[in-house]
T-cell receptor, first 114, second 115 residues
Framework: SAVISQKPSRDICQRGTSLTIQCQVD?????MFWYRQQPGQSLTLIAT?????????ESGFVIDKFPISRPNLTFSTLTVSNMSPEDSSIYLC???????????FGQGTRLTVV | AQSVTQPDIHITVSEGASLELRCNYS??????LFWYVQSPGQGLQLLLK??????LVQGIKGFEAEFKRSQSSFNLRKPSVHWSDAAEYFC?????????????FGTGTRLKVLA
């Protein structure tokens, strides 16, 4: 299994500002993903974080709004830029290990934009 | 395109009753299938998974699921529900693409357990 540390666990931010969320894994993993879970809804994949190259974004998500970095196999960041109240959600980091295709999830970052 | 459907948004059962949560998927190849549980304010916990082999898989907390290829289903079951099972349950499919792999989640089923 993989243990994921995600920071911050929650934050309240002013509209127009940006927040960077960090995801640290205790082992090297093949794939890292970022999801958004809006209140009362399911998980929506934002992007796949690629080591040393640009992230692969899903339809409806763009790099200017959600820049992602992944400098190595154990760490990634997601920035939510120029925030609006509609960005209020839980943001989750997920990893798939090199051993099998089971996904593990961080505890999430609960973001409220006011 | 790959998709996962959970037809029941809410389910209410009495403690001790049996439970079945439905999941249907759309995927061109043999899928990797998962059930996750999310308790209030908690992260997602894997209940069970199906990759290949025996179509009836056992998971944690007394849950099981059966893969039925002909019905494109992967329903979750538990013979006797406990109050602590009240949570949100997500079915997911692992989809492989060209050099990619990602999870697609269903919309979730919220389980309420009556004492």
């Amino acid at each position: 299994s993989a243990v994921i540390s995600q920071k911050p666990s929650r934050d309240i931010c002013q509209r127009g500002t940006s927040l960077t969320i960090q995801c640290q894994v205790d082992s090297q993993v093949t794939m890292m993903f970022w999801y958004r879970q809006q209140p009362g809804q399911s998980l929506t994949l934002i992007a796949t974080a690629n080591q040393g190259s640009e992230a692969t974004y899903e339809s409806g998500f763009v790099i200017d709004k959600f820049p992602i970095s992944r400098p190595n196999l154990t760490f990634s960041t997601l920035t939510v830029s120029n925030m609006s109240p509609e960005d209020s959600s839980i943001y989750l980091c997920s990893v798939v290990s090199t051993v099998n295709t089971e996904a593990f999830f961080g505890q999430g970052t609960r973001l409220t934009v006011v | 395109a790959q998709s996962v459907t959970q037809p029941d948004i809410h389910i209410t059962v009495s403690e001790g009753a049996s439970l079945e949560l439905r999941c249907n998927y759309s995927y061109g190849a043999t899928p990797y299938l998962f059930w996750y549980v999310q308790s209030p304010g908690q992260g997602l916990q894997l209940l069970l998974k199906y990759f290949s082999g025996d179509t009836l898989v056992q998971g944690i907390k007394g849950f099981e699921a059966e893969f039925k290829r002909s019905q494109s289903s992967f329903n979750l079951r538990k013979p006797s529900v406990h109050w602590s099972d009240a949570a949100e349950y997500f079915c997911a499919v692992g989809a492989r693409g060209e050099g990619t792999y990602k999870y697609i989640f269903g919309t979730g089923t919220r389980l309420k357990v009556l004492a």
